[in-house]
């Protein structure tokens, strides 16, 4: 097993209150995997994905295991964090235009990842940069050019390559098509099936989405996140033709392809949360229990799981 995640809990402070992003989640990744991660903005998606790497604010609490390689990250010193991030597990934010640095080149911000993670010399990082832009899809020559001289496109390909330089063995992708035009998207879901499936050996990915077309593209196997918990999760073909909780059934009813029929009712917020299970207000099939009784995760088939009474 890669990266084993068991009972997360991450919770915020505020003047109102506990704000608990992530509640007891669990989850696996095994090698040259590529599992999704979908659900409605607010649910907790990107906490989750900054947990992995260690990269929570300072008012973030976390509670519970991230193992990677069985080794529990959230136990690590920072200083040993930064071995393991960027060389091994990287993280390709969803907004390159705030998370690129606008002072420097491309070429540098790629260079400084390898100078940090793999002790190359300027020249010889430098090289390598401009062969990296070259794999993602990016002519060397833009090498020496700013963030702000490429388009929505590049910009991405250029975080994807600041992310590959390493040759980590877990991408963590957040919104990697956010804001791009579909043919854009198109290539940008090949390019990311290219450097993980692609690979040799295969890497493991953890794509984080709201687009379930790039989910069903990308993704081996599907967790669907709601108000903090992992509400059901299995094998992509299996979740998309079957899916076991309401919730899911409305995501995927919201989706053109299927009527684009809008999940009812608001995400609840994370410091005030509906007793028993979250998803209750918004649910035609809600009894008694589900307003009383938060429900645990149950086995519906050999590798798929959901949380529901009326599963």
């Keep these: 097993m890669l990266l084993k995640i068991n009972r997360l809990r991450v919770y915020f402070k505020s003047a109102d209150g506990l704000v608990v992003a992530t509640d007891g989640v669990d989850l696996q990744l095994c090698p040259g995997e590529i599992l999704g991660l979908v659900g409605e903005t607010g649910s907790g998606k990107t906490v989750l994905g900054l947990a992995i790497t260690c990269l929570l604010p300072k008012t973030a609490v976390a509670s519970g295991e991230v193992l990677y390689r069985g080794q529990n990250l959230l136990a690590l010193p920072e200083d040993e964090m930064r071995k ?8 390709i934010f969803q907004n390159p235009s705030s998370s690129l640095n606008p002072a420097l080149s491309i070429g540098e911000q790629i260079a400084e990842v390898l100078r940090e993670h793999r002790g190359l010399k300027r020249k010889e990082a430098r090289q390598r940069a401009g062969e990296l832009l070259e794999l993602t899809g990016i002519p060397a020559k833009w090498i020496h050019s700013y963030p702000h001289e490429l388009s929505g496109g590049m910009r991405q390909r250029a975080m994807i390559t600041i992310g590959l330089a390493c040759a980590p063995s877990l991408f963590i ?3 990697p098509t956010k804001g791009l035009d579909v043919t854009i998207q198109a290539q940008v879901v090949e390019l990311l ?28 196997r599907l967790a669907v996140m709601y108000a903090g918990k992992i509400i059901e999760q299995g094998p992509t073909v299996e979740v998309f033709r079957n899916p076991r909780h309401p919730y ?3 995501l ?9 029929m809008a999940v009812q009712g608001f995400s609840p917020s994370l410091i005030n949360l509906p007793p028993g299970c979250s998803f209750h207000p918004r649910c035609q099939k809600a009894r008694k229990r589900c307003t009383q009784d938060p429900p645990s995760a149950k086995r519906m088939g050999s590798d ?3 949380r529901c009474f009326n599963a």
Excluded: C, W, Y
Excluded at 85 to 91: E, H, P
């Design 248 to 250: 899911t059934r409305a």
């Design 173 to 175: 992708a957040d919104e």
């Design 304 to 306: 798929h799981e959901v």
């Design 84 to 91: 393991v991030r960027g060389r091994q597990v990287a993280m």
């Design 252 to 260: 995927l009813n919201s989706h053109p392809s299927n009527g684009l």
């Design 193 to 220: 099936h290219a450097v993980t499936k692609g690979a040799d050996p295969q890497r493991s990915m953890l794509l984080i989405t709201h687009d379930l077309g790039v989910a069903a593209a990308l993704t081996d």
